[in-house]
């Protein structure tokens, strides 16, 4: 969202963010939030100072009327999601954010394993994005196991290994920040 918003803001190209797990509001409140680093909590309960009201009257004044649509009506299956990419190069768009993998289907077809399913699901939207000049950003879920490492492989994205060898490129992201309180209590303890 950070980068739909801030290409459309700074370039005036176009954005699709199609969310098949966040209603619209929360996607454009996070996004909000994130941009002029105010919490959604803060916001949602209207805990803000003037400062930070200036901030988001700014900040919507800026995002009204950009070219970037949030769809949350998308049904998860490839081929809808495959629809709306079409549509969306038609309409002049220039990216396309899917969030997120493991929630898509492949109706139609058997896949005897999960991975096989996500790797089609993956060089499908692929191709259509290529075919019609689309930037094309697929999030994906990593493998939630017991130890958090500080870097991640290919091997972690959940099923994903077919999906990354679908793609132009694999970008793996982890923030410490990410943990859970009681690991990080854990790190802070054992670094001293």
Not at 135 to 163: H, N, P, V, Y
Request: proline share 3%; glycine share 8%.
């Amino acid at each position: 969202l950070q980068g739909l918003i801030t290409s459309a803001i700074e370039h005036g190209e176009g954005g699709l963010f199609i969310s098949l797990e966040m209603g619209a509001e929360l996607a454009y409140m996070r996004a909000i939030s994130r941009r002029i680093d105010i919490s959604e909590s803060k916001i949602l309960r209207g805990d803000v100072e003037k400062f930070d009201t200036n901030r988001i009257e700014v900040l919507i004044q800026e995002a009204g009327g950009l070219p970037l649509v949030i769809d949350d009506q998308c049904p998860a299956d490839v081929v809808s999601v495959e629809r709306r990419i079409r549509a969306a190069a038609k309409e002049g768009i220039k990216w396309v954010v899917v969030d997120y993998l493991q929630l898509m289907t492949y109706p139609g077809r058997k896949f005897d394993r999960l991975s096989l399913e996500l790797g089609a699901i993956t060089y499908r939207l692929h191709r259509t994005a290529q075919r019609f000049g689309i930037g094309l950003l697929i999030l994906a879920q990593l493998k939630k196991s017991g130890e958090f490492q500080t870097a991640k492989t290919k091997d972690d994205i959940k099923d994903g290994g077919d999906s990354v060898q679908a793609v132009d490129a694999a970008v793996l992201m982890w923030r410490p920040n990410d943990l859970p309180q009681e690991e990080r209590e854990k790190r802070s303890k054992a670094d001293g």
